[in-house]
């Protein structure tokens, strides 16, 4: 269930989540135009800093209890490195990258909708699809000094700069492709028509953000027609409200989710007491001596850890787990990675304390049959 992605657990007393703070990013900016039309009048940056600010507004006054954070408000550059930091300093629960599209040809259009991943696609070279949107996103960094040191050598030029990122799977890949789909459902029948579809590829402004987060593309300013509508301040504000509504619903769902009861152990009714309950007293057995040693009956669930998640299924002696046995959870989205998994939570959380040393991203989950939700 798609509400399991955000149930929380807490020990003492249940509480609802709520997501509070969210962080827009209008992409480019300053020194880094984006995009230009073909005559030169029109930059990507100025489109996405105006559709930015109105969906910031347009949040505030529908979500008044939700914090709303740009990376830039005004006309000024941005690292993509500092982006990120941004969001993961002020603890932020989603992170939206607004960006517009550009090609050599005129004709394609459409919006799309990316998260962090490699492609889930079978039979589909990662590169082969969107490499050159990628390589037009990430090449942002070559305006930074010693961009070399601050993103670890990589070259947006040379897709081998991107196997080491194949690995680097966002540990909250599920709910931002929930998020991701719930946008391109309500971009339908806007200004920006044509849905090219939700995707997963290697932007580094996604890479280091820690909360579910996504990569728009909101039509192509190479094409007349998107450009049209995009020069429009009435279509740019209905761009916006649609990208609002589906924020509303993403929201509604994080913060419909219940907090997970997990006192587990606690003592299991005696059989007398259970007779009590189901007879009437004229009718009660008398209870058998081996009844008392019965055990409760296995609930099939486990507390782990989850390392990562990503749109490929790993083998499990992959050197991605230093050495762990993965139990592997498939929900039909994504994979799943959890190591360190037992029956007790306790336990499950003293795994965690080591765990995480090697991976500082990890957290907690219930496991229960084919279905995870976090724990606490």
């Not at 969210?22 to 073909?38: E, L, N, Q």
């Not at 740009?70 to 550059?77: A, E, G, P, S």
């Not at 799977?169 to 090219?196: V, Y």
Request: glycine letters at 6%; hydrophobic letters at 35%; one cysteine or more.
């Amino acid at each position: 269930m798609f509400l399991a992605a955000f149930i929380a657990c807490f020990s003492a007393g249940a509480q609802n989540l709520s997501l509070s703070t969210v962080v827009i990013d209008p992409g480019h900016g300053g020194t880094d135009p984006g995009a230009v039309s073909r005559d030169g009048k029109t930059y990507e940056k100025n489109l996405t800093l105006d559709i930015a600010k109105k969906l910031s507004d347009k949040i505030k006054a529908d979500c008044p209890g939700v914090k709303v954070i740009l990376t830039r408000d005004k006309d000024k550059t941005v690292a993509l490195n500092d982006r990120a930091a941004i969001a993961n300093r002020v603890n932020a629960g989603l992170f939206i990258s607004i960006h517009i599209n550009s090609t050599a040809k005129s004709s394609p259009n459409g919006y799309s909708v990316h998260v962090l991943g490699q492609s889930s696609k079978k039979d589909r070279d990662l590169f082969a699809y969107n490499m050159d949107v990628c390589k037009r996103e990430n090449s942002v960094i070559l305006l930074e000094d010693d961009y070399t040191t601050t993103y670890q050598g990589f070259d947006p030029s040379d897709p081998e700069s991107f196997i080491f990122m194949q690995l680097m799977q966002n540990s909250n890949l599920e709910q931002s492709l929930d998020f991701a789909q719930m946008i391109a459902e309500n971009l339908k029948g806007g200004p920006i028509s044509a849905n090219r579809g939700v995707w997963q590829d290697p932007f580094l402004v996604l890479w280091k953000t820690s909360m579910p987060a996504v990569l728009v593309e909101l039509g192509f300013i190479s094409n007349s027609t998107d450009l049209d509508a995009l020069k429009k301040d009435a279509e740019r504000d209905k761009i916006a409200t649609r990208l609002c509504k589906a924020f509303k619903k993403y929201k509604a769902a994080y913060d419909g989710s219940v907090a997970l009861d997990v006192e587990v152990d606690a003592p299991a009714e005696k059989p007398a007491e259970k007779q009590a309950k189901e007879k009437p007293a004229d009718k009660q057995v008398q209870e058998k001596p081996a009844d008392k040693e019965k055990k409760p009956a296995d609930t099939g669930i486990r507390y782990g850890v989850q390392i990562f998640a990503g749109a490929s299924k790993l083998d499990p002696k992959d050197k991605a787990f230093l050495g762990y046995t993965p139990v592997i959870i498939d929900n039909g989205k994504v994979f799943k990675y959890i190591i360190g998994v037992d029956p007790s939570l306790e336990k499950a959380r003293e795994n965690h304390t080591k765990i995480k040393e090697k991976y500082p991203d990890s957290f907690l989950v219930k496991i229960d049959g084919d279905t995870t939700s976090r724990a606490k």
